[in-house]
């Protein structure tokens, strides 16, 4: 991927505001949530941190919203960090071909989730999360922490009340906790593995947070700024094909066709991307296209590589 | 992805052969075609051709082996080359979850086929490409000329033992075949398409004619040598998005893991792939894993990707 | 089952006529094959055969129309009465749960379909009944020679413009025996297959036709008229078993529970039933409900059992 | 179904005793639950009721046992004579096709259960069982109290070990129970359900016990010796239909082909059957076949209906 030496990121980014402001508020606002329903459609932010550790922003690119499924590639990494290979015993790295919360899959594959990315997958990590931390007493904050120290910023928490709303509302989570659970893919008790994978995804972050956040991936698996090793860079490049190949739901397969960058999606209308050895990036606007990515999100990143020229293909 | 200042291509390939070897012959050769099983297991060969022309390569390079469904990718670019996006009114682009001759998945998504990579998808470009040539006077072998003219060798050609041997068992194929067309989205006479697909699986060339033939998709769609533009670069970086979310079957996300490069793979044992901006490259094996890519050539290829530091990732 | 003294058959046939006509018409006939399109929906007739043979009629009872899948019944009568339990070595006795045509199945069960009422089935039996006949020098007409000797009527024939107009929408068709054949479960050539399943398809005969050549199996196998034994009485209870559990699609249970007797259904609009030691029966009405059968038919259907209180229940 | 006058029912029954003898044992004791799995595989009993209230037994038809899903059938017929045709609003009748505890199916029909015979049925119907006695100042044991009515036995009851056992392993039906309470099938919290169906499961009756219980549904629905109407005929008979084309797990078909009368099994290894007009059936042996049905048991039914020629059809 040659740099395109004749735009800057900070132009590249207006550029592509101004483009897709007529398609922002097009799609729908995630309704199964309650308080993720009570978003405005209109809001449209991004945000690019390069491997110096600067910023580049346009629209509402320091409001905080909830990170939804972003989250799982935050769980995927730590548990990636603490267990090695080991995460893959069980849970597979195969696209889902279905969509994300479905069951049948499940059934077929005795209660192995295709990848992390997934909701059945994203559980079996929480899981493995809570038996890490639990064993090394206590832990509740751990993801928490761990977001601090990749985005650099101290204050990241999450809503309580998109968490209690989230748990609420989280049976067809439950259904697929307690069927891993009947084929002794679930360690901890399922009231537990969905209260904490409900507040991971109750997390709020801006854009800026989040594409700061996601820059190690970019870097061979290093905070730039602090030189912390997350990952090794093979490991580092892993999680981007993994992102590529299952990170946006059942339209993975378009949105690398269309984008051509390693992604991750959440219902609530964020989407993080890295170019590998360039940047982090995070785009945010909450209404969704049919799959649940962020319809003005991905066409700003659709827009983004076709304008720059950059991809990693 | 940086150049890796440390290792020539040559140098690459001569120790990646060196360390494949305990694993030659391990898998299975496929056994469905007659014709097919009667290769021996033991061979070996990998190829790089860079985007000056120069030509790397180690073990039986130069041996003709059936491309099959690497025969795909030819047809999908020919068709993208001569019918731009309306391909994708009747083929997806999403990766199937599900082995790759299945008719579960058709039957759900009412005969249009996840991608151009699974046998039903090749079938229907096989029949765009039929319904192309017919409306300009006969063009039996335009497939032939087209790869002859990617990979600049003019005798290339297919093997009619194959040919007939694969037509002979392809019921499955001519049961997908009927059921599309039983959604309306097969033009031509079923036995018309099957006998044309059959004949492109049956293409015989060598490690080192198929990367030449793959190169220019790692220069933005222009064949080097010649400078003749096959795909504008935005489809070409496209078709690399392809490959890598649907080129290998359904293994294709631990492809994308393990290797991290657009592929394309066939049951005859060979697997071309890209390295964007700098070269194309194929492997061949005979024996297969579970899901139909070569086991020693995926093996190869991730050795390659971990001995050089490069991938897209 | 106690025989009602109030109601003679005559009677019960008239108030049933009476009660049903408001609903003759409703549904849709039968459109996949274009003959089928042209029969007008505002027949009805109805017949019953005792077991004395005396025959009562109300309505379009003696008008042919196409039996359809009422000839999976005779096909399997023919290849149980041939081959005894050696069938269900290559087709299950489970309904199918999905609809009559479906794919999905075939692929979970490896080429075995659920029960010889669905199409797969069918097609399974008829490849039986050639190779059968084959063996024994000819014999196009095994099947209409059946048939004949079923309904003591010498001029059974089937229709050649449907049979035509059926094998040339019959790619779904072609798709399962292709399918199967590529398992290992269909021996003669698909071709060959395909066209004697469309000419049985096509069989035309009326109400009272169908009402006699079912009445053996009320019978305990024998053919009351002639005492010819078509199966022992043991097969015959299981063939009205397989008829209650898988006969009428996959509204089959929703039909034993509203209905609760024996019966074949075809996309004809006719359906047989079987009242064991009592009589035989057909209704006929061409429009049909969502699953494929008759709709006045079944509403007919249900009246008569509730009217008279009869069922086999 | 003519009465055989040569074998009065208690010959049948110790003819079918002898019969069975070497078969007793063959198969699988269930195991999921650690309490069914004490139970030795050796016991054999069976017995019938007639209309009169004679019983006729052999074996251990009096040792009491877990009837497990037989339960479903006297919640059925408990919702029916409660609510009547409204149940067929959230449950629906046709066989499943797949494992009586499959999701797959439950998420195609957006969490309406295929029919009452399946766990996610009876899940269904306990949760309307629940609203309902809710409704009405407690009701604990409505069910136990059902039962006692029909069976005329005072002292029916659970057995609390196996409910609390059955409890601690119901992960996959808690799974269906939060799957279809996403889809808003289920009014009560999904524990309670849980807890209900566990101890209706937990229910233990001896043979002679269930024939009484399930002999109003031989009698149109009305208790023989108190006369009371449970249901009125129309109702029974269906119920009827219902165990004939649901009652068996996924062997419903073979089950009716080969034994021919209506009948739920539990995986106690209990199975009661209905002779309409006649009496009721209860068969018990512990040791199952693959689908889940008492091996011994579902012989000893074959020979029965085989030795005197009765079955419904």
Not at 245 to 255: I, K, R, S, V
Request: with cysteine.
């Amino acid at each position: 991927m040659a740099a395109n030496p004749v735009m800057d990121y900070q132009t590249l980014l207006d550029r592509v505001h101004a483009a897709v402001k007529p398609l922002i508020g097009a799609g729908k606002v995630a309704s199964y949530i309650p308080e993720l329903a009570k978003v405005s459609p209109d809001h449209f932010g991004i945000a690019i941190v390069d491997l110096q550790g600067n910023v580049y922003q346009a629209g509402d690119a320091e409001i905080p919203f909830s990170i939804q499924s972003i989250s799982k590639l935050f769980g995927l990494t730590l548990a990636f960090h603490l267990e090695g290979d080991s995460v893959w015993s069980r849970v597979g790295r195969e696209p889902s071909g279905t969509p994300f919360n479905s069951l049948v899959q499940l059934e077929q594959e005795r209660g192995k989730p295709r990848n992390p990315f997934i909701n059945a997958g994203a559980l079996v990590i929480t899981d493995m999360l809570l038996t890490h931390h639990a064993a090394r007493g206590g832990a509740e904050n751990a993801m928490i922490r761990f977001i601090r120290t990749l985005s650099d910023k101290a204050d990241v928490g999450y809503d309580r009340a998109v968490a209690e709303s989230e748990r609420l509302t989280s049976h067809r989570n439950a259904a697929m906790a307690n069927f891993m659970k009947s084929f002794g893919n679930l360690n901890n008790d399922v009231n537990d593995v969905i209260e904490a994978y409900c507040r991971n995804c109750a997390i709020a972050m801006s854009c800026v947070d989040l594409a700061r956040a996601v820059t190690f991936l970019a870097n061979q698996g290093a905070v730039p700024w602090s030189n912390e090793k997350i990952l090794d860079a093979n490991a580092a490049k892993r999680i981007n094909a993994l992102m590529l190949t299952c990170g946006t739901y059942d339209a993975a397969g378009d949105f690398a066709f269309r984008v051509g960058l390693p992604a991750k999606s959440g219902v609530g209308g964020g989407i993080v991307a890295v170019m590998p050895g360039e940047c982090g990036i995070c785009v945010w606007s909450p209404a969704l296209e049919a799959s649940g990515n962020s319809y003005a999100g991905s066409v700003a990143l659709e827009m983004l590589t076709s304008m720059s020229g950059r991809s990693i293909f």
